[in-house]
């Protein structure tokens, strides 16, 4: 092997390698001191918790580059006083879903009980180096009374002002991703000094898990996965389908309670007979802070985000028959928490994710060639979803690589649950997790809902953190109605 020459002397490739290795822990030594702690109460909402430990981790924004920019990524760790060292990581969803925005979610299936908690702001988001966030003009465009073709010029062109302001900011959204991200985590696994973690994983966070697994398997000890999301990058076109399997099923729970059957008859024509109304008198509603005008897709939006609720058959029916009544109040009722699934989301860094792994040159023609056989579809496509997807190839251009998405064998206790009728992430979606994993549990419960916070579930997933080995209980799981 040849040796590298250099003045005034020589080094050898193992030496260079040996250099390389030794400068790369000086930029993310295992002594933590990358990390910049602060006091929790500087953040909103975190006043009350001065037992909290917070703190920025300093990573590269593109990992493929040690030495050039840095960001910030945001944690805090509630010390549980327990003596068990494995602490539990909570994933969010989204991609864009802030964590620190509510300490509450360090209670989530009372993971204190098994040992420190750990909330982490994924970066692009939150607290820690944040893309410039453009949920409030997205809610302003999808409040207006716009057609379809109005919508997407409008969100093309908030779209191509905010990657405007990211040129200027010198922040390139292509390193926004879930490769990257899980190398954050790679970095503050490591800078936290614990010897392993669980991950606690919802929605989008399920993904991000599976690549954490893949890229830092040593330091995982077990994982609790909720609301499993596509491994295959093609979720931005099975959104469509997924709603259409979950509406479904909210119908053919219509037609077998009676109560439902007496207010409506056929559920599904009362929706597209409701679509129709919306169409020909679209109704203002104070919602969101704003005057909001719902159109048939606006309609058919919001009744999709009702169905992430486990009430979802109530708010639907609730819904469709107030727009039959044209009751004012009952529409707001059952669309106000529908549009909470803004709240805390950074749109930027959604999209940012969403064009790196999720859009193709085929994506717009393939939504198109399912809503065109569609019947829900014809009197209008999914509200935000239809504006934002054309003008999503030029948010920016690169693509994720097949070895970045191939994740390999994990041989990691995981346990995957999922709900019948999830309207995002079905339970199909567990075979995507099944191809990859060597040692899974799964618990699929017969209830509506996107991830399930029900106590039988909580409990479960508590449980499998705590002692993945152990058989689980499945009394409570019965009278879900377990598949």
Request: with cysteine; net charge negative; charged share 20%.
């Amino acid at each position: 092997m040849p040796s590298i020459s250099t003045s005034p002397f020589q080094i050898t490739r193992p030496t260079l390698i040996l250099l390389i290795m030794i400068s790369y822990m000086g930029c993310f030594p295992q002594d933590a001191s990358v990390i910049s702690y602060i006091d929790c109460s500087t953040w909103s909402g975190w006043e009350a918790e001065a037992s909290c430990q917070c703190g920025f981790l300093s990573v590269p924004e593109n990992h493929e580059d040690l030495t050039g920019k840095k960001i910030k990524i945001a944690f805090a760790i509630k010390n549980s006083g327990s003596n068990n060292e494995i602490p539990t990581i909570i994933l969010t969803g989204g991609p864009g879903g802030a964590a620190l925005d509510n300490p509450r979610r360090l209670a989530y299936d009372d993971l204190q009980s098994i040992g420190d908690v750990i909330l982490v702001d994924q970066r692009g988001m939150g607290y820690s180096d944040p893309l410039p966030n453009m949920s409030e003009e997205t809610m302003n465009i999808l409040a207006a009374d716009l057609n379809q073709e109005q919508a997407q010029e409008r969100m093309a062109k908030l779209m191509q002002e905010t990657r405007t302001v990211l040129d200027q900011r010198g922040i390139q959204p292509d390193y926004y991703n879930t490769t990257q991200s899980a190398q954050d985590f790679g970095l503050l696994l490591q800078a936290l000094g614990y010897k392993q973690y669980n991950l606690w994983g919802a929605s989008y966070g399920t993904k991000l898990a599976a690549y954490i697994m893949k890229h830092s398997p040593s330091r995982i000890h077990a994982a609790a996965l909720s609301g499993l999301a596509r491994l295959d990058n093609m979720a931005l076109y099975h959104r469509y389908p997924h709603f259409i399997q979950s509406l479904q099923g909210v119908f053919d729970r219509c037609n077998s309670d009676p109560s439902c059957q007496l207010i409506h008859g056929s559920l599904r024509s009362s929706l597209l007979k409701a679509l129709e109304l919306l169409d020909e008198h679209p109704v203002v509603l104070p919602m969101a802070g704003r005057d909001f005008t719902i159109n048939p897709q606006d309609g058919l939006f919001l009744v999709r985000y009702m169905l992430y609720q486990s009430n979802a058959l109530d708010l639907v029916s609730q819904f469709v028959k107030a727009v039959a009544d044209n009751d004012v109040q009952g529409m707001r009722q059952s669309c106000s928490r529908a549009l909470s699934v803004f709240s805390g989301v950074n749109i930027s860094t959604f999209y940012s994710y969403n064009a790196y792994e999720e859009f193709s040159s085929n994506t717009e023609s393939e939504i198109a060639a399912f809503v065109s056989r569609t019947d829900i579809y014809q009197p209008a496509m999914i509200g935000w979803f239809q504006s934002f997807i054309p003008a999503l190839n030029d948010w920016h251009h690169s693509r994720v690589s097949l070895e970045e998405s191939a994740l390999g064998s994990i041989d990691i206790p995981t346990l995957l649950v999922s709900n019948t009728h999830d309207p995002v992430t079905p339970p199909e979606n567990v075979d995507h997790f099944k191809r990859v994993m060597t040692r899974y549990t799964i618990v699929q419960a017969d209830l509506f809902g996107h991830v399930s916070f029900n106590p039988c579930i909580t409990d479960i997933r508590r449980s499998f953190l705590k002692e993945p080995t152990r058989t689980l209980s499945d009394d409570c799981l019965q009278q879900l109605g377990r598949r």
